[in-house]
């Protein structure tokens, strides 16, 4: 994954690097400006086994700030926020590889460096009894639990 | 042999007459015997899929995750340009004018059409809303839930939003959409039953032709259809996925 430029950022930032199981890095830019995904949307993609983006919707597009061919061919993880812990999901691939749902409160990172937070659900797709991909839907929620997941993720 | 063919009973009561239409046409064009049964609630048609009744339908997004997962229905097609989207509306003259302002306690006037009263729900979460705090009064029918907003029976209620849509200018302007959803990608699907199964391919090509027929654009008018579109395995597939997802 290419690194975040800083001439696609708003507004004031931090850097944080991530280094990932495959021995890459990425260097990410966030800023503290919130994005609130709108009432009634819902973000809706796929993903391969690698979990590799392979559709995305256009609430998608519109919420990440990123367009459509710059996502599809991506980790999911091109979304993932410094504030996240990789222990805040867990047990996600563990669930949904076992077949169950796995849900989650999870703030995710804008192409411009702002955020937005979302409740996630998790399934495996299933076809002829095997797994071949994944879909993942996120919603809205209230300020109440994002607040408590907050609070939690600084504990982890 | 006569089928049974049956459609969600969400869609506009204004279409009865074109399901009717819809069904002289195909039996002609696929040369089976069809009997149109429609069901007064989703309860009674879920019965009858149960009992094994239905051979043909148009289904809501919700069923058609039961009946293509259980039963062995297959899907055939859909309407284009027709996604499945909800409302939640309120009395024109009501104080709320987003969810974050509903509180504990919220009257919600809702038909028992499964997929229009879970994207509902999901849409009054960041309210922090569920069924254990709120009241729900249950209604055969759309225009029953505008006369309980209208009367102030209820504090909000949960449309498709075709049929909202569809409701009379008078009423229309008695109400207020607080919020629609945007989902994008879930669709009412026709399916077809293993008992009927084998006419599927002469159905989609009979379907995908009706526009290009005078009589068959006259169908599809009196349904509010522009034209049908085949649907794959791996589509609805895709959509049965993501009602899986949004179901708790």
Redesign the interface.
């Given at each position: 994954m290419k690194d975040m430029m800083p001439d696609d950022i708003s507004g004031e930032y931090q850097e944080h690097m991530f280094s990932y199981h495959d021995g890459t890095h990425r260097k990410v830019l966030f800023t503290n400006i919130e994005t609130q995904l709108p009432e009634g949307s819902l973000i809706v993609s796929r993903a391969d086994l690698r979990g590799i983006i392979t559709d995305v919707n256009q609430s998608f597009i519109e919420m990440s700030a990123y367009h459509k061919d710059e996502l599809i061919g991506q980790p999911h993880c091109i979304l993932r926020h410094p504030d996240m812990p990789a222990a805040a999901f867990g047990d996600l691939w563990k669930m949904v590889q076992q077949r169950n749902k796995w849900h989650g409160y999870v703030k995710n990172l804008r192409k411009d460096g702002g955020f937005y937070w979302v409740y996630a659900t998790v399934i495996a797709n299933i076809r002829n009894g095997d797994i071949t991909g994944f879909t993942s839907v996120r919603r809205r929620t209230s300020r109440t639990k994002i607040n408590e997941a907050e609070t939690h993720y600084q504990t982890l | 042999m006569t089928h049974n063919f049956t459609v969600s009973p969400d869609f506009n009561p204004s279409h009865i007459s074109g399901w009717y239409i819809f069904n002289t046409w195909l039996q002609r064009a696929i040369n089976e015997e069809i009997h149109l049964e429609l069901y007064n609630s989703a309860t009674e048609q879920r019965k009858a899929i149960a009992d094994d009744q239905v051979q043909l339908i148009y289904a809501n997004p919700y069923d058609a995750t039961a009946l293509v997962r259980d039963k062995g229905f297959i899907p055939v097609a859909r309407a284009d340009n027709k996604t499945d989207e909800a409302i939640i509306a309120v009395n024109h003259e009501s104080l709320i004018l987003?969810?974050?302002q509903l509180t504990d306690g919220t009257r919600i006037s809702s038909t028992d059409d499964p997929d229009v009263r879970m994207m509902c729900m999901?849409?009054l979460?960041?309210?922090?809303l569920n069924k254990s705090n709120t009241i729900t009064i249950q209604r055969d029918a759309y225009i029953l839930i505008a006369k309980d907003l209208l009367k102030n029976d209820a504090d909000i209620g949960f449309f498709l939003e075709d049929t909202y849509n569809e409701l009379s200018d008078i009423t229309k302007k008695q109400l207020r959409p607080i919020?629609?959803?945007?989902?994008?990608?879930i669709h009412h699907l026709l399916l077809v039953g293993p008992k009927l199964a084998h006419k599927k391919n002469d159905m989609q090509s009979s379907l995908l032709s009706m526009v290009d027929d005078p009589k068959g654009a006259g169908v599809l008018k009196s349904l509010n259809f522009e034209r049908w579109i085949v649907v794959g395995q791996?589509e609805a597939?895709?959509m049965i996925?993501?009602m899986?997802?949004?179901a708790e």
């Open positions: - | 987003n969810v974050e999901i849409m979460e960041p309210a922090g919020v629609h959803s945007q989902i994008h990608v791996e597939e895709f996925d993501l899986d997802t949004l």
